[in-house]
């Protein structure tokens, strides 16, 4: 059931210069938060940010009440959230959207692409794949290394490899010109710019791979209202908010082939 609640940040971290983190403690009881699920934030504070903004949940403690969100500073709405402190309250509606598919057999093995804003939700997911039994790599990338960010909170959950287009860490190049990119999984899953994510969508369909790819297009209502984030789909448009983000790629091929 979605809900709007005021959390408050218990604690801020900044990740190089365009990203920071937040955890936000509900103060109550916590709705059930499925990974890829995301939240609409209230930007508090400035007149010319009306729109709530969608942010994935990066990280999710149920018995501690807290969830936390990795951000991008691209524009006003994500500035304005990098300049909150310690105590302050922040509106949510959450949760919003289709999650990712976590019902993969213990011993399966499967790969997690992420690049720049993209990798938030990884985290969540990492998570409940590895309590599955699920062997994941998790392969990230970004254009230079402070680029990545938060890449350390992985390493628990699967085995991390890393990308960059200039080099400075890991593979020199894109995710998909990563060698354990080619490998055989069971399942893929991605996150990140689009042209990224067609790019895996489309291998993955070339070597009979399941995948989901989840969409970050531009947002207003959030609930399927607007209709101002649809996608073209196999069966018409959809909402990327109610029918996604994440969609299986079965569905997506007029998506990925354009
Ligand atoms: C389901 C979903 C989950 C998301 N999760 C995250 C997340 O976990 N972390 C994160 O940092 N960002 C995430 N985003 C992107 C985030 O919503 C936008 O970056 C944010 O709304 C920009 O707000 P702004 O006011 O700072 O930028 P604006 O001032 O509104 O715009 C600044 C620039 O950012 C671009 N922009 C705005 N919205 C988007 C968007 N949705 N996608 C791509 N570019 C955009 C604009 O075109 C413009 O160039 C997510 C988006 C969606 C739809
Ligand atoms: S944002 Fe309004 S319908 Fe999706």
Redesign the pocket.
């Given at each position: 059931m979605k809900e709007i609640h005021e959390f408050v940040i218990r604690e801020r971290h900044q990740h190089g210069a365009s990203y920071f983190s937040l955890l936000l403690a509900h103060g109550g009881t916590m709705q059930t938060v499925l990974p890829g699920q995301?939240v609409e934030v209230q930007?508090p504070g400035i007149r010319d940010?009306m729109l709530r903004?969608?942010?994935?949940v990066?990280d999710v403690d149920s018995e501690g009440g807290t969830l936390s969100?990795?951000?991008?500073?691209?524009?006003?709405?994500?500035?304005r959230l990098s300049e909150l402190q310690i105590g302050d309250r922040l509106n949510l509606v959450y949760p919003l959207?289709h999650g990712f598919s976590t019902d993969l057999p213990s011993g399966s093995r499967a790969l997690l692409v992420g690049g720049g804003?993209g990798i938030?939700?990884l985290l969540h997911l990492s998570k409940v794949l590895r309590a599955r039994g699920v062997d994941s790599t998790i392969l990230l990338g970004g254009r230079t290394a402070d680029l990545i960010p938060v890449r350390e909170a992985f390493l628990p959950y699967g085995n991390l490899l890393l990308a960059t287009d200039d080099g400075s860490l890991g593979h020199k190049g894109l995710v998909i010109s990563h060698p354990d990119f080619a490998k055989q999984y069971d399942m893929i899953y991605t996150c990140g710019p689009t042209p990224m994510m067609k790019a895996v969508a489309r291998s993955a369909a070339e070597r009979g791979i399941r995948c989901e790819v989840?969409?970050?297009?531009?947002?207003a209502c959030g609930v399927g209202a607007c209709l101002c984030?649809v996608t073209d789909t196999d069966q018409g448009h959809r909402c990327?908010?109610k029918d996604g983000?994440v969609f299986d790629i079965s569905s997506m091929k007029k998506w990925y082939q354009c």
């Open positions: 995301f930007v940010v903004r969608p942010i994935s990066h969100l990795l951000i991008q500073i691209v524009g006003h709405g994500t500035r959207g804003a938030a939700p989840s969409l970050e297009n531009m947002m984030c990327v908010c983000p």
